[in-house]
């Protein structure tokens, strides 16, 4: 009998710069294929940029990248192991795209849930590992800003439903894991 275990569906959480994405990738380094998930938006900054090359850089030239918002049709489509990365650009994206900083918080609450409803079941239907990288908020600070606030508010909800929808939620602090 193996003693190996399968690995399912994985949230990845924590700070910015907690060593998550570096994690995740540790949690597949051993899958034959890895389809890597880029969810975030696209900006036109120096910073950015470097940070997406140090990113891609520690990827073995094995994995495919995909950049998508679409993270639920990346994940059922796969084939293979995913890694999403991360829930924190992506809802960025999709509330930057709807352009609904500044709308009611119920029809920006309206429109993440929509967009959530499809990622939760696609993960509920893989059949193969699923590693998703996300950000925790709400330890700080409170945010100065409305759409700061929005933005915290929504991620902890979403972090909430995908939690639900995964086999395990692993915390991040300082390069350290717990395992929730």
Not at 108 to 118: C, F, I, S, Y
Request: aromatic share 4%; net charge negative; charged share 25%.
């Amino acid at each position: 009998m193996s003693t190996e275990t399968r690995l399912g569906r994985v949230l990845v959480t924590g700070g910015v710069r907690s060593g998550k994405s570096r994690y995740a990738e540790q949690l597949l380094a051993a899958e034959p294929a890895v389809t890597y998930v880029a969810a975030g938006p696209t900006y036109d900054d120096a910073d950015w940029h470097d940070r997406i090359a140090r990113h891609r850089e520690r990827r073995p030239d094995g994995w495919t990248t995909v950049e998508t918002g679409e993270l639920a049709q990346a994940v059922a489509s796969a084939g293979n192991a995913v890694l999403v990365d991360c829930l924190g650009t992506w809802l960025t994206r999709v509330v930057d795209e709807a352009d609904l900083w500044e709308a009611p918080v119920a029809d920006v609450e309206a429109l993440v849930a929509d967009r959530t409803a499809p990622l939760l079941a696609a993960l509920g239907a893989a059949e193969h590992p699923v590693v998703v990288v996300t950000n925790e908020v709400g330890l700080g600070v409170v945010p100065g800003h409305r759409s700061g606030r929005l933005f915290r508010d929504l991620l902890g909800t979403l972090n909430q439903r995908v939690a639900e929808a995964c086999d395990e939620v692993h915390l991040v602090v300082a390069g350290r894991v717990l395992r929730l």
